[in-house]
């Protein structure tokens, strides 16, 4: 297809506003899917992402569309859509999936109005440059309120506010007339013909049977099949076994061209050698320069993974291996600890991320798990101006510290404007700075921060949402580092530090930490035959203290969500577990102490 009858676009929307919906519509309407063929929500594949709501991997659908042009003939246009994540955990993705279009659809349901999220990612497309077709969704709803929400969004990307459009992805209304929208304001995709080739991949999916599968934007030149290609930032060289578009299956073709969106198979099996944002040209005519905003996926947020039961530690690391072929931000390595045994340090991108892959874990390979509370990733120079990263609090180092540096994000929050003063105090005890703060609308406002991760880390979306009867919606960035107070807090018992306890806290915080901790610890701790005291330290300085008492409590151990039979598999993991007891110094801990400590409700 010539570039001028190609549009490329996504979907910008908050999860929940109805992206998928809409999709769907789109995709039968332009009779890419039948009706009768059509599951719902084709484009989110995976069985996780469809029980939790969530779309984690992007995706390319090209759809006809036909539309008259000035003579009134009508134009066979494609149209292809690309998927983009909806998580902060996947902020880069995002990035590069609208990287790979010229349009932005921006989808906010007519009953609930903008939020953060949708911000973000809608800042994000302004900077690409992107043209952006403000849409209201779901007015179908009998709660939905149009013309409020018209105003608003105009007064976000300007406009008339009678240019918005409305429609609902679930009866279809509106969906034609979008379409047509598509074609007429995106801009046709530009690009040399004749240059050597240059794609982006905006994304890579593992596929047991095919390998991975790659999805590219091709910007200029083309690619076509059997020709070797090779990845810009890694030098690889790779056949192109096959090359198509999504329409909705994979269909070959003879090849992609200026402007067009598709994927491409080379028999590779892990989708670290096919990277998100890497560029991909020819190797017997290779372009001089990558197109750029490349970047390694870095992991933000690190935990300790161990099997409940010690034995399955092979089936762990297993398992991991096996995930990390779809998974290019997943790093992990070996890690013992005093009081788990055997088992996984795990770096991930966010703690949605960490939750997927626990999930994955535990279902997927029928898996019970540990985790320990997650940290961030700190940066400690040692007065003799060694540096040192830290992902593990029991690893960060004694002696004489002259600076701790940990990572902070931007963070964009939306709220009602009644809850300014509660989002602001629970801003401030998390030690975050106020960067500026907008009116959507005189009852919405915009707040922005600088928080330090490791405080958002720790259940503060929870804390908004109870502090604004969850109304309030948040996303965030990462924005570098600085430098703070840390100090790391040591939990002993009987004198004898137990790892898997360490954290590592602003010094205003140590005292609390402790306290907290010690606490929870002499409830879960049975008495033994003599008296054990637990004490919270900074270095040598005993900052909190508390001894076990003369009766054995029952200990409840607590379950996290999942279905009823996982849940009964973990009790009676965990049932095994009291038996097992880890002996730290001469005391006798049940290993569920340690799953009740560690647990961070
Ligand atoms: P994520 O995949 O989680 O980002 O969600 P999504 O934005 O893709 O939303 P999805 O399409 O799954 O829709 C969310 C909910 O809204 C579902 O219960 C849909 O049935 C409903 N919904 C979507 N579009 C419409 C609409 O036009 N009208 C009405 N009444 N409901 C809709």
């Not at 484009?43 to 996780?48: A, E, F, G, Q, T």
């Not at 880390?457 to 604004?468: A, E, N």
């Not at 948040?474 to 898997?500: F, H, M, R, T």
Request: hydrophobic share 40%; with cysteine.
């Amino acid at each position: 297809t010539p570039p001028e009858l190609l549009r490329n676009f996504c979907i910008i929307a908050h999860i929940d506003h109805g992206k998928s919906t809409l999709a769907d519509r789109m995709l039968q309407l332009t009779g890419v899917v039948e009706a009768r063929a059509m599951r719902e929500q084709y484009l989110d594949r995976m069985d996780i992402e469809r029980e939790r709501g969530i779309t984690i991997k992007s995706q390319a659908v090209r759809m006809p569309w036909a539309l008259a042009d000035e003579s009134g003939a009508p134009q066979p246009y494609a149209l292809n859509m690309i998927d983009t994540p909806g998580h902060v955990d996947f902020t880069y993705e995002v990035s590069r999936s609208l990287a790979a279009c010229e349009g932005a659809v921006l989808l906010v349901d007519a009953a609930q109005g903008i939020e953060a999220q949708t911000l973000a990612n809608l800042y994000l497309a302004m900077e690409n440059d992107l043209a952006i077709i403000p849409v209201l969704n779901k007015i179908d709803l009998p709660a939905a309120q149009p013309e409020r929400y018209a105003e608003e969004i105009a007064g976000l990307v300007g406009g008339d506010p009678a240019d918005v459009l409305k429609v609902s992805g679930k009866t279809g209304e509106g969906v034609p007339a979008l379409l047509d929208r598509i074609v007429r304001d995106v801009p046709a995709p530009t690009g040399e013909a004749d240059a050597p080739a240059r794609a982006m991949i905006f994304d890579s999916v593992y596929d047991t049977y095919r390998g991975v599968v790659t999805y590219v934007r091709v910007v200029d030149g083309n690619l076509s099949p059997r020709e070797r290609i090779v990845m810009m930032s890694t030098r690889a060289t790779h056949e192109l076994l096959e090359i198509g578009v999504i329409a909705p299956e994979a269909t070959p073709t003879k090849g992609l061209g200026v402007g067009e969106v598709g994927y491409l198979i080379t028999g590779v099996k892990d989708v670290r050698q096919s990277k998100v944002g890497d560029t991909v040209t020819n190797a017997n005519k290779p372009a001089a320069e990558s197109l750029g905003g490349y970047h390694e996926p870095k992991p933000m947020v690190f935990s300790g993974l161990y099997p409940i039961d010690g034995s399955d530690y092979p089936v762990l690391r297993d398992a991991l291996d096996k995930l990390k072929l779809n998974d290019a931000a997943l790093v992990y390595e070996p890690e013992t600890s005093v009081a788990l045994g055997f088992g996984f340090r795990v770096g991930f991108l966010g703690l949605l991320h960490l939750e997927i892959v626990r999930e994955r874990l535990e279902r997927e390979f029928d898996l019970a798990l540990i985790s320990t509370a997650p940290n961030v990733v700190y940066e400690v120079t040692m007065e003799d101006g060694a540096v040192l990263t830290v992902t593990n609090p029991s690893e960060f180092p004694g002696g004489k510290i002259r600076e701790v540096r940990e990572p902070v994000v931007k963070a964009t929050i939306l709220a009602p404007s009644d809850y300014i003063g509660a989002v602001m105090e629970l801003c401030q005890t998390r030690r975050g700075e106020l960067l500026g703060m907008d009116y959507l609308s005189p009852e919405r406002v915009e707040m922005r921060y600088t928080l330090p991760l490791a405080e958002i880390v720790f259940d503060f979306f929870d804390q908004l949402k109870s502090k604004t009867k969850g109304y309030a919606s948040l996303d965030y960035e990462p924005a570098g580092e600085q430098a703070s107070a840390l100090v790391k807090v040591d939990i002993l018992l009987q004198g004898e530090q137990v790892d898997a306890f360490s954290a590592i806290v602003h010094k205003d915080k140590a005292y609390a930490y402790g306290v907290m901790m010690a606490g929870k610890l002499r409830e879960l701790i049975p008495r033994q035959q003599f008296e054990v005291p637990i004490q919270a330290a900074v270095g040598s300085r005993v900052i909190a203290r508390e001894t076990i008492r003369a009766i054995r409590k029952d200990v409840l151990a607590k379950c996290y969500g999942g279905d009823i039979s996982r849940k009964r598999k973990l009790l009676e993991k965990q049932k095994e577990g009291k038996k097992r007891m880890k002996t730290i110094g001469r005391v006798d801990v049940p290993q569920e102490a340690f799953i009740a400590a560690l647990s961070s409700e």
